[in-house]
């Protein structure tokens, strides 16, 4: 499976974009980039997913470098109900199972 | 449409009791998945399922632990003789189909049965 790095924990200021990096190196051709959010104690919670394209929905747009190595959530205006643990998990295929790092801890300050 | 619904939201069992956690999936999807998360810990996959079927166990504990999504009904996941070492947040997601030539449908998950082990 391909391994994921994010940094562990980031801050934003209320109101203001917030940008979660993610690195996943050795993704393969048929793998699709998913990010979920935990907010404490509920289940985790679906985001956005993008293969190669960059991607937007009503929660978050996500950015896809053009080699796939790296990509990046971005969350346009973070309030405070987005503090959250965010993860970036790297799915395809036949590859069902997904696999939980330890996540960004964003932290979004009035 | 509802989402993925979990029951009971919190378990408490002595040591040496069953617990059993059920999973109703979003309607019309027909693949569930149950994923563990220890306290401090990420999730971590258990069981795959598809209606009476267990398609993947291999993240399951070889012993004590059994799960089934029968043709009617939620899905099951069976701890006997429950230990302390069991206590933990037990997810349930679903997803509707899995295309095996394709992308990974996406995973949506349930709010989770805590169970705590006295």
């Known amino acids: 499976d391909a391994k994921t790095t994010q940094p562990t924990s980031m801050d934003c200021a209320e109101g203001r974009a917030a940008n979660l990096p993610c690195n996943h190196s050795?993704?393969?051709?048929?793998?699709?980039v998913y990010w979920y959010r935990q907010i404490h104690s509920q289940g985790p919670q679906y985001i956005i997913h993008?293969?190669?394209n960059n991607e937007t929905n009503e929660m978050a747009s996500l950015i896809i470098t053009e080699d796939r190595k790296s990509s990046t959530l971005i969350l346009p205006h973070a309030t405070l109900r987005d503090t959250a643990v965010y993860y970036c998990i790297v799915s395809g295929g036949s590859n069902y199972k997904l696999t939980f790092g330890k996540g960004t801890l964003l932290t979004v300050n009035p | 449409n509802a989402g993925v619904m979990q029951n009971p939201r919190h378990l408490v069992r002595r040591r040496g009791q069953e617990a059993r956690l059920r999973c109703s999936p979003v309607?019309?999807?027909?693949?569930v998945y149950w994923y563990r998360q220890l306290p401090e810990e990420g999730l971590k996959f258990m069981v795959y399922l598809q209606k009476e079927n267990i398609i993947d166990e291999s993240g399951m504990p070889k012993e004590r632990f059994s799960a089934e999504f029968p043709k009617e009904g939620p899905s099951i996941l069976r701890i006997q003789q429950v230990v302390r070492g069991d206590s933990a947040a037990y997810f349930c997601?679903?997803?509707?189909?899995?295309?095996?030539?394709?992308?990974?449908?996406?995973?949506?998950f349930g709010p989770g049965t805590r169970l705590t082990v006295l």
């Open positions: 309607k019309g999807h027909s693949h």
């Open positions: 050795t993704i393969s051709g048929n793998e699709y």
């Open positions: 997601a679903s997803s509707p189909n899995l295309g095996l030539a394709g992308p990974t449908d996406t995973q949506y």
């Open positions: 993008g293969l190669k």
